[in-house]
């Protein structure tokens, strides 16, 4: 079963954001939570906090794809259309929430975080019995967004500037998230399947990166939502 601790304080992180920020806001504590800016630390003090504690909580859990696996299946059986995406970060998993939040309300999404112990896509391939995410798809039934890995992988992968990561996540990223939100808002009766998300990496004095990989922490979470407008 999924750890409980985990999926409360993701839960709570992604409500608590909600009611506060963008996804450029979102993504940007992400990036700074070890190194705030003075007035991230006082204004947005308990997101700081709960980010930290998701990436504690992560680190102590133990691979539970094989339990995505079974849940997938059975709520596939169960008439909920799949949407699967190669990586697919936590501002990614929150912009779809708060979306679908705010216009379908509280009860019409749920978000639970399955953990990938590599965050690659082979682990998750190796438990699903496929060796490429297109292959899965194609089990499925459905369409691979794979934009978002494409991304992370070569313009996000690269060391800049805070301001143009963001910049370019906004573009890359957010966009892609509108696009699917609005996909499964439109089967009415979802789940969008991840591999993995993503971390960002700092490089002193002011340079930020997207990657993941065995040393991740939050791009370990594999994140299931379920949509039922």
Known sequence: MIVKEL???LEELL???RKK????DFLRLLA?????????????????ILIRRLSDEVVKAHDTLHLM?????????????????????LPEVYKVYAKITEEHGLLAVSVKPY????????????????SKMVDLARELGTSLYKSTDKSVHEELGKFMSLDSLLSLAKLKLESMAESLTEDVVRAKKAIIISDHGYDVYFESPDKYRLGHG??????KIAPLIIVEC
Request: hydrophobic share 35%.
């Open 15 to 17: 409500e608590k954001a």
């Open 214 to 219: 065995h040393e991740s922490r939050l791009a």
């Open 7 to 9: 999926r409360s304080c």
């Open 69 to 89: 696996k079974r849940e997938v299946m059975e709520l596939v059986k169960n008439g909920y259309r799949p949407f699967l995406v190669d990586c697919f970060g």
């Open 115 to 130: 953990i990938n112990a590599s965050a690659f896509t082979l682990n998750f391939g190796r438990v699903y019995g496929s």
């Open 32 to 48: 700074t939570c070890s190194h705030p800016a003075e007035e991230d630390s006082v204004d947005f003090h308990n997101i700081l």
């Open 21 to 24: 920020l963008t996804y450029v």
